[in-house]
């Protein structure tokens, strides 16, 4: 792929990134809690027609807008509608915000459900597209910076409507979105970081002028940019493989962030008086999504080397 | 990029055919286990085909006897020789980056036509004389000392590290010719022929078993004065754009030959285990693998990266760094994990593949030779500084107080 963003794409990263510098501070009140929804940012994206980059304009801008939606401590919902639901349904328009959920998903703890106002449920082979109301939905106490909840009781899918054999395709997006959120929060908890250690003074020196507080930070970076590109190139290719190796690599780096990025903001970054927790714990909610690392290492496996006779596992796809 | 490189479709079956026609079938058979005189021979034969071909010097100016080739057909080049697992011209790598870099932006007329039509013969082959036992990371802190005398300098001094001066002509050397200035103010650059006077050099015996690494002891040696590049006290400058060289497209062959190398892995990991079954169908063995194949993908995306924005003109950030310290630390897992999987064969030492990639098939000796990457080519250590510094912003470790 060209790694070089046209003018086009350009233009689109600088207009959504004016919408979220006006919602890039939290405010006091929002700032001691575990997760902002910012639902006046989600309405601006969606009416400016940011959620639909991904119908207008293609997966890597969808992307694009994605990474940077994700890089302030608010929370929005984009990936799932920009991405997975252009990819999915591209000639309707989904209601959003919405959830995503997977095989055997339905009675667990959702990420964005309490918010949501349509599902795509893994059923089988197939994708069930299911509406949903408020009051269907109670909120899972969470201290993950992301709304969580789950259903009051078990939801009709009867009513449905039914993507035939688009499981496959659901979990190959979904992995994009995880990957593209996972890119610009880490480079976002990254830059905190390197402000804190450049401004907090240890000994009479600066913590970050350390070897030792630098060379990890340079790992971190050198990760954030590998998720970073490999993400980009699943979006642009559309290779089911592609998606596989960004969200696995990106799931499987999330413990290197969350040990290094909290250790070197000190004592202050395990408590939520510091806002590092805003991204580093949508991290960690992210990293078991879509059949987490390990689920993507056995999608590439299988799809490079399919003669093996690895055992199945029970309760999971990938 | 991807619509520069559609652009050369045509070059790139042009070299794919030219490599089936001339590749030696035959070459690893050949170079398993051979000689360093045997190697030495066999990369001459190569050079010169690969010359013949228009290949051998394709960054060079046509000025000079090179292809003149612009970035996006080097690519397509170095992807193709990657692909098609063709011997790397290690014998040359100085010869063919290093010197033409350094004459070409600092040498006088005389040098460039002294030495660069010489190179392209295959018979001139250089070395490159800047580590120090005490300056390896921290050149700048280099000891060898160059002393005017009317129309020579006459040099004293230890280098290490010289791939290949046992069978250089000439060394591309830095000495210092002011040990009052700053440190880095002080260095001039030199071409020196090893075969003058008060020259020794010393083979040094790698824990591979190759010993193509060299120490050069330097004794009242003489230096013309007009082998000098650049200006007196200039030799800090001059050698980075030598160092320079080095970067960019040989990070792109590097990527391109570990992402094809992994098919070895699976090809080890597709035997009988000892325990029933394949190595590949155990899961912790899949897991590896495709921690290694992710590896991989993801130095290419880098590499990629780094490409477009030198095509582009804008190649001054940390990029290569961060290759260079990626590609390193995968090399020695990708060639553990080979290891792992040749059991207990695999803890021999086997023969080598002369002239074969960082990562050859031949696990232990792949291995061993990986732990030379992060050191060599500026320390991953000196390269993070590097990355914190200039991406990160972080600040500078304080110098100690003088007396402390």
Redesign the interface.
């Known amino acids: 792929m060209d790694f070089k963003l046209t003018e086009e794409q350009s233009a689109l990263v600088e207009a959504v990134q004016a919408i979220l510098g006006d919602h890039s501070e939290l405010t006091v009140s929002n700032r001691h809690g575990f997760c902002h929804f910012d639902h006046k940012l989600q309405h601006l994206l969606l009416e400016n027609g940011f959620l639909d980059a991904g119908r207008d304009l293609g997966a890597l801008e969808a992307a694009l807008v994605t990474i940077e939606a994700s890089r302030i401590p608010a929370t929005v919902e984009v990936g799932a509608s920009a991405i997975v639901a252009a990819r999915l349904l591209p000639d309707e328009r989904v209601e959003g915000p919405i959830a995503l959920i997977g095989e055997g998903g339905l009675d667990k703890p959702v990420r964005n459900l309490p918010v949501a106002r349509t599902a795509f449920v893994e059923s089988g082979d197939d994708v069930l597209v299911l509406k949903i109301e408020a009051k269907d939905v109670e909120i899972t106490p969470s201290i993950y910076a992301y709304p969580f909840g789950r259903f009051r009781t078990e939801p009709d899918l009867t009513r449905c409507q039914r993507i035939v054999g688009a499981a496959v395709q659901l979990r190959q997006w979904w992995r994009v979105a995880l990957a593209a959120e996972c890119s610009g929060t880490a480079q976002s908890a990254i830059a905190f970081t390197i402000d804190h250690v450049n401004n907090r003074q240890v000994l009479g020196r600066a913590v970050g002028s350390y070897q030792s507080v630098q060379h990890r930070l340079v790992q971190c970076h050198m990760i954030a940019q590998g998720i970073h590109f490999l993400t980009l190139r699943a979006a642009w290719s559309g290779d089911p493989a592609h998606a596989d190796e960004a969200a696995c690599y990106a799931q499987q780096h999330v413990q290197k962030f969350m040990v290094d990025l909290h250790q070197f903001n000190g004592a202050m970054g395990v408590t939520n008086e510091h806002l590092l927790h805003f991204w580093t714990y949508r991290l960690r909610a992210l990293q078991s999504e879509a059949g987490g690392a390990h689920g993507a290492a056995r999608s590439i496996a299988r799809a490079r080397w399919a003669r093996s006779s690895m055992p199945k596992v029970a309760g999971g796809r990938a | 990029?991807?619509?520069e490189l559609k652009a050369h479709e045509d070059f790139r079956q042009q070299v794919r055919e030219w490599l089936a026609r001339n590749l030696p079938k035959d070459w690893q058979a050949e170079m398993l286990g051979a000689s360093e005189d045997e190697h030495a021979a066999f990369q001459k034969r190569w050079f010169r085909q690969m010359r013949e071909g228009g290949y051998v010097a394709p960054h060079w100016p046509k000025q000079w006897g090179g292809g003149g080739m612009s970035f996006p057909q080097q690519i397509v080049l170095f992807e193709e020789l990657a692909r098609a697992g063709a011997p790397r011209l290690v014998l040359y790598f100085i010869s063919l980056y290093h010197a033409p870099a350094t004459l070409l932006e600092w040498g006088s007329e005389e040098q460039r036509k002294r030495h660069l039509p010489a190179i392209l013969t295959g018979d001139e082959i250089w070395c490159q004389g800047f580590s120090e036992p005490g300056a390896g990371s921290d050149l700048a802190s280099l000891r060898t000392k160059a002393e005017r005398r009317g129309d020579v300098y006459v040099i004293n001094g230890q280098k290490t590290w010289s791939s290949n001066a046992y069978r250089a002509r000439y060394c591309l050397l830095l000495a210092r010719t002011d040990s009052t200035a700053p440190k880095h103010k002080g260095i001039s650059y030199f071409i020196l022929d090893l075969e003058s006077k008060g020259v020794t050099r010393r083979p040094i015996r790698m824990l591979t078993g190759g010993s193509h690494f060299c120490e050069l002891f330097l004794d009242n040696v003489e230096i013309p004065a007009e082998n000098r590049i650049g200006e007196e006290g200039q030799g800090w400058a001059v050698a980075q754009s030598t160092l320079a060289s080095e970067r960019g497209l040989t990070a792109l062959e590097f990527a391109e030959r570990m992402r094809q190398a992994l098919a070895l892995l699976?090809r080890d990991a597709s035997k009988p285990a000892p325990w029933g079954?394949?190595f590949?169908?155990d899961?912790g063995i899949?897991?590896q693998?495709?921690?290694v194949?992710?590896g991989t993908?993801?130095l290419h995306?880098?590499v990629?990266?780094m490409l477009?924005?030198a095509l582009?003109g804008d190649g001054g950030g940390s990029e290569a760094s961060?290759i260079k310290?990626?590609h390193s630390e995968m090399l020695q897992k990708f060639t553990d994990l080979g290891v792992q999987l040749g059991g207990i064969s695999g803890q021999y030492v086997q023969s080598v593949l002369m002239g074969g990639g960082y990562e050859s098939g031949y696990w232990m000796h792949d291995n061993l030779y990986s732990w030379a990457c992060t050191i060599a080519g500026g320390s991953n250590?000196i390269q993070?500084?590097i990355?914190?510094e200039k991406?990160?912003?972080?600040?500078?470790?304080?110098k100690l107080a003088s007396g402390h």
């Open positions: 990029m991807i619509e699976v079954g394949r590949i169908d899961a899949r897991r693998l495709v921690d194949h992710i993908e993801t995306v880098l990629g990266n477009t924005r582009r961060i310290i990626y250590e993070r500084n990355i914190a991406t990160l912003g972080l600040p500078r470790e304080p």
